[in-house]
T-cell receptor, first 113, second 118 residues
Framework: KQEVTQIPAALSVPEGENLVLNCSFT??????LQWFRQDPGKGLTSLLL?????REQTSGRLNASLDKSSGRSTLYIAASQPGDSATYLC????????????FGKGNQVVVIP | DVKVTQSSRYLVKRTGEKVFLECVQD?????MFWYRQDPGLGLRLIYF???????EKGDIPEGYSVSREKKERFSLILESASTNQTSMYLC?????????????????FGSGTQLSVL
């Protein structure tokens, strides 16, 4: 069974610092990994999707890397801003060819002005 | 941009009531999902539909049913609401990607329905 872990559950950083969020998963046989953002009381917004054949994806200040063999992904947010305060979740395909995602419980981020 | 619309932002229902949660997407996606999100438990898949009139049970289907009569609409039904079904309900959709699997593509979520069962 695929298990996805995000540690720490919550963190605070001063504005302008770079954010590094980690996601680990137990089964390396995945199709892809997605990072999502969730604002309080709202739905999820997909930020980046990394296919299993890729090593990283970039969008603006966001960069996500994937190391399948070690079961790890890192979301890097450059020069954090107060507007980056949110919960960030990662999700992987549960197993090969499966339509179901396994979600981590998220990193709750506060960027302090 | 893809839009996934959930009909209610907040709902308050009584124990034993039949509850309908509606979800509509405007991007002709084949796949639609219902999740519930609870503190400490994360997101759990209730049901999944990969085509009109097709459905597949998720991890926690007990006490729920679904209906997909049209491609753009996916309804979640609580047959007899109970207090342990108080939760945030999230609908999502995605196109079918390479290899025919929904999870090869990004998921697009609605804003969620916070359901309270009293």
């Amino acid at each position: 069974k695929q298990e996805v872990t995000q540690i720490p559950a919550a963190l605070s950083v001063p504005e302008g610092e770079n954010l590094v969020l980690n996601c680990s998963f137990t089964d390396s046989a995945i199709y892809n990994l997605q990072w999502f953002r969730q604002d309080p009381g709202k739905g999820l917004t997909s930020l980046l999707l990394i296919q299993s054949s890729q090593r990283e994806q970039t969008s603006g200040r966001l960069n996500a890397s994937l190391d399948k063999s070690s079961g790890r992904s890192t979301l890097y947010i450059a020069a954090s801003q107060p507007g980056d305060s949110a919960t960030y979740l990662c999700a992987v395909t549960r197993d090969y060819g499966n339509n179901r995602l396994a979600f981590g419980k998220g990193n709750q981020v506060v960027v302090i002005p | 941009d893809v839009k996934v619309t959930q009909s209610s932002r907040y709902l308050v229902k009584r124990t034993g009531e039949k509850v309908f949660l509606e979800c509509v997407q405007d991007m002709d996606h084949e796949n639609m999902f219902w999740y519930r999100q609870d503190p400490g438990l994360g997101l759990r898949l209730i049901y999944f539909s990969y085509d009109v009139k097709m459905k597949e049970k998720g991890d926690i289907p007990e006490g729920y049913s679904v209906s997909r009569e049209k491609k753009e609409r996916f309804s979640l039904i609580l047959e007899s609401a109970s207090t342990n079904q108080t939760s945030m309900y999230l609908c999502a959709s995605s196109p079918t990607g390479t290899g025919g699997f929904a999870t090869n593509e990004k998921l697009f979520f609605g804003s969620g329905t916070q359901l309270s069962v009293l």
